[in-house]
């Protein structure tokens, strides 16, 4: 539709990894009918309708009829393709509503035709995968490149042990946690891996017991990688998954190359674990509820390299013996550790110490971009309020974006338009908070104000939970 150089330039891109944009495939019938050229004429005969039903298909969504699967086309598409995603395969193949059996023979046969077509593989997702697409001719060759792959437990752990034999460079390694005890082929996967950079794990069940615990052997494999692995997550569905285990925490200390580690759960460190966790190139850090304390000596640990510490603060007045000394510590230790941070959520008191201290980290991170804030102990909620945006005013750096509040402070109509006022020679700003309030008529107004003035590039209200979990700008 642009030229033929645009389309020669463009079309080896967009079919590097056609899987990966953000549409819905179920509803284009372009890429299955790409896939469907290639594919032998006695597959053909299963996607093609009888003549009575071609009214119908014509008026439908994706499905195929014989001329479409016989034309032919303008570039060797599949020739370009470097990757395979099962769930959107699976999401095409259905969409032509063929019998199960006619499915599994269709799947079969475009996995083995992307085996065979495909130069190498750099990107496979294989989640509920049935098909043991290592065992297909050309599929040595192909797997031997992989660099990134995505799967799940639910997979037969012999699925694993074929992978492990080809694919020993993956890079990027996804796992979804669908069973409640260990899934040994997914570990002897891990195990076999020689230049791991990338890990992360995530429960996707309803179960709240396990048979076994699914997560030691994991961790234990994912030592062989130790000095190499650059970023660790995991996400567990149940909360205190790890009091009862001490494996996580021997294991952290071994990962010295970590760039990025998030945790979303409690893991109770002592003091000589806290101080084995050196990590001088990490530039992400979150672990859920770990106590202001235990984050200080991580981020005093640390090369001056963070860039992002998101910590969750929820029931945090049970927490502590001496709230106040604990979180001058930590944001001490953040402005003093820590020159180049970008993203950060902060909990402190609104003692004037504490303000004091808040207001030398602001001038000193320059580079912060979002800032989620709470403040406890609150007397006068506006006026902490006032002298909260006072403050921001005065020292907040040029590259703040976004402003996330929760509970315990406001601010009233007055001083919000003079803030306003006041940063409108500096970038538009976002800001979340969990207060209703600024849902009432007045403030509505107000806001809606200098958004079309471009103070104020989004003002939101939402649950506490949201506002912590939401994407950052």
Sequence with gaps: MVNRFWCETTIPTLWKNPWRYNINYSNKNSLYSVIAFYLPDD?????????????????????LTSPILHQSLLYDYLSFCRSFDVEVLNSIISMGLLDLYSQFLLRQEIYNLLMRKCPELKYLNIKSIKHQIFYFPEAKARLESLCELKCDTSIDPSYFYGLARICQYIQRLIIINKKINVNYGAVKLIENQKNLKYFELKDDFDDKEF???PYEEILLALENNADVLNHLIISPQSISLYY?????????AEFHKLKTLIIN???????????????HELEIFNIDFISLNDASIIIENSGGNLKEILLRYYDYEYWYDDFDKDSLNFIRKVYINC?????????????????????????TCQNLRSLLLIISDVDDKKEIGEELLNLLIRSAPTNLREIRFLNDFQFSLNNLEEFFKNWKDRPALSILTSDPLYKEKDYVKLINKYKNNGVI?????????????NSFD
């Design 43 to 63: 597959i053909k005969k299963l996607l093609i309708r009888p003549r009575n039903d071609i009214k119908k298909l014509l008026t439908s969504n994706g499905i």
């Design 211 to 213: 048979i076994e615990d």
């Design 244 to 252: 009862e285990h001490t494996i996580i925490q021997v294991v952290l």
């Design 265 to 279: 759960d409690h893991i109770p460190f002592s003091k000589k674990q806290l101080n084995m966790l050196v990590y």
């Design 339 to 363: 020159p180049v941070i970008e993203y950060l959520s902060l909990l402190l008191s609104s003692t004037t110490e504490h303000f004091i201290e808040f207001e030398k980290l602001l001038k």
């Design 457 to 469: 590039k989004d003002f939101k209200c939402y649950s506490v939970r949201k506002i912590y979990y």
